[in-house]
DNA sequence: ACTATAAGGTTTGATATCGAACCAAATGGA
DNA sequence: TCCATTTGGTTCGATATCAAACCTTATAGT
């Protein structure tokens, strides 16, 4: 093998660990959305049980474009997971007072609630997990996961 | 907040936690599958290219179950993935001599080039990451990783 | 002021994936 | 030997997502 820093591992390998990073990490993400999906009431998704989750903690009031920035999708996928919350009746769609383009995005209190809900909903699940994959270990990763999710988005 | 580790973060900090965890590794699986689709030639998905890549790194002659439990998906899907790289050319499908129910996938020469020619593709986009994401940092996470999708695999 | 360009949202067409239903072949008890 | 169950694969219907085209409103340069 390379014998230390001089040349960090060669391109071949530095690109094979790339992949199985990448293969990994889309075979999670994968299996946590299914599993999410199939416990989680109101026929409620991923996306769209993290934008309740995220009014409720960030705060509503965002407009759409804000909202994909933050989750990292484009304009067209949020406009379709907003268009199902509000179906369901979770969020309020009102217009932006100063830019006639724009909207703004509120929480109904049933769609706090379902927010809830939802979070009972997945405890039981979620219950399971720290005896085989303790909180500290997610700690630990998080900010080097946000740190690749950082350059994938500015590097676009 | 909770003294020290006499209890572990709260079950509502934990929930939080994890909730992050999988929200920015669903981020990158989604950013990280657009990008590769954008470069690859010949209409390559990741699940195919990674399939391709599986064949030459672990050898041919899989059976299609066996790809779909490697690769985490339901046998539906591998079908169709199968399906897609064979009507490329990029695999041959032969009957398994000792059991007329199953398959064996190989690949083709011109699968074993249009892997490499991936790989060509990609490495430009490749060499930008370590800059901002040394490899190091991607061995530091992936055993952690890969914990936490057997976790997901065993606990269906 | 005007016009060109940018920015916020929506719509459209394509596609990868899932779960469930289905078929065919293998396996294992009685 | 036969029937019930399991296992390998395919098909089907639904859906979340993307990219690109489009419309409308704002912004900036002249």
Redesign the interface.
């Known amino acids: 093998m390379p014998s230390k820093l001089t040349k960090?591992?060669s391109?071949a390998?530095?690109?094979d660990?790339?992949?199985?990073?990448?293969?990994?990490?889309?075979?999670?993400?994968?299996?946590?959305?299914n599993?999410?999906q199939r416990v989680m009431p109101f026929g409620l998704t991923?996306a769209q049980f993290?934008l309740l989750?995220h009014c409720v903690r960030l705060g509503d009031g965002w407009t759409p474009m804000r909202l994909a920035a933050a989750?990292?999708?484009t304009k067209g996928t949020m406009t379709n997971t907003l268009q199902k919350l509000e179906a369901k009746g979770f969020i309020r769609v009102d217009p932006d007072a100063t830019d006639a383009r724009s909207k703004r995005i509120f929480l109904t209190p049933s769609g706090r609630s379902a927010r809830e809900a939802a979070?009972k909903a997945?405890?039981p699940e979620?219950?399971?997990?720290?005896a085989?994959?303790?909180?500290?270990?997610?700690?630990?990763?998080?900010p080097?996961?946000?740190?690749?999710?950082i350059?994938?988005?500015t590097?676009?």
């Open positions: 960090p591992p391109t390998e530095a690109a660990l790339y992949f199985s990073l990448f293969l990994e990490i889309g075979i999670i993400a994968q299996l946590s959305g599993r999410f991923m993290s989750n989750f990292q999708v979070l997945l405890e979620l219950a399971q997990l720290p085989a994959f303790p909180p500290a270990l997610a700690a630990e990763i998080l080097t996961l946000e740190r690749l999710r350059w994938l988005d590097n676009r």
